[in-house]
């Protein structure tokens, strides 16, 4: 069987969005149905619905963290909030650290919510050369926060 991080990128680019492609491959395995998880993602695509804030992948993968950790997401399981955010700080700084931001306007050097930038993007084939691969590498950061 694939590796996760395959798995996420092979979604993408069966045309789900970055986010969808994170959490639709990891929600399962944290009792999340695939088509919750798809239906929760669908409006984080492109930094928030292609507005260019936090990338897809980033957003999707603190939901997964928040699955795994988040006990029963009682605000007295205070302890659980505090190791979420510790794992969530991580990750960011890790995906930060890799690709010099985690907002999608920066990683992709365009601004998806002005016409001519989502179509610059589409004929640059940014969709299909750089976020597989952001995906990827935000589900290889995130197996090796939950493995760790």
Do not use: W
């Not at 986010?19 to 990891?26: G, K």
């Not at 936090?54 to 302890?79: H, I």
Request: overall charge neutral.
């Amino acid at each position: 069987m694939p590796s996760k991080a395959v798995q996420a990128e092979s979604a993408f680019r069966g045309g789900l969005n970055c986010a969808q492609a994170i959490l639709s491959t990891y929600g399962p395995d944290y009792g999340l149905d695939r088509g919750q998880a798809l239906c929760l993602a669908m409006g984080l695509g492109g930094g928030f619905g292609r507005q260019g804030e936090v990338c897809g992948a980033v957003s999707g993968a603190c939901l997964v963290l928040g699955l795994k950790l988040g006990g029963t997401g009682d605000p007295a399981e205070k302890k659980t909030k505090e190791e979420t955010y510790r794992l969530v700080e991580a990750f960011n700084a890790r995906f930060r650290a890799a690709h010099g931001s985690l907002l999608c306007r920066d990683l992709l050097g365009l601004e998806l919510c002005k016409p001519a930038d989502l179509e610059k993007a589409r004929q640059q084939g940014l969709f299909a050369s750089l976020c597989p691969g952001l995906v990827r590498d935000a589900a290889r950061l995130l197996e090796e926060l939950i493995e760790g």
